[in-house]
Nanobody
């Protein structure tokens, strides 16, 4: 069992920045591809970004491309999401997820994710 804990959410004005973190309670963190997903009020959870096991390959939803950057530090067992130029439509609960298959994460296969965090709320005011 792997536990994932997100942090870094909060209230920010449009145009501002936040960095989310996801701490994993496993020494095999590097065995997992990771992803960020989000769920806005009244909407289904959607894919945000994915990163391969060694951090060499990233993928992003079109809605965040150019503004968000996913990264990881395997030595610290931590996943990050740097969010710049935030917009009100970015308001959502952000979840990190882990799966041994990068292809599954990149393919937005939420059902296939092995582990989920409980989420952290990001609120962007206009």
């Amino acid at each position: 069992q792997v536990m994932l804990v997100e942090s870094g959410g909060g209230l920010v004005q449009a145009g501002g920045s936040l960095r989310l973190s996801c701490a994993a309670s496993t020494r095999t963190f590097s065995n997992f591809a990771m992803g960020w997903f989000r769920q806005a009020p009244g909407k289904e959870r959607e894919f945000v970004a994915a990163i391969s096991r060694n951090g060499g390959t990233n993928d992003y939803a079109d809605s965040v491309k150019g503004r968000f950057t996913i990264s990881r530090d395997n030595a610290k067992n931590t996943l990050y999401l740097q969010m710049n130029d935030l917009k009100p439509e970015d308001t959502a609960v952000y979840y990190c997820a882990a799966d041994t298959s990068f292809a599954a994460v990149r393919a937005r296969k939420q059902w296939a994710m092995d582990y989920w965090g409980k989420g952290t709320l990001v609120t962007v005011s206009s």
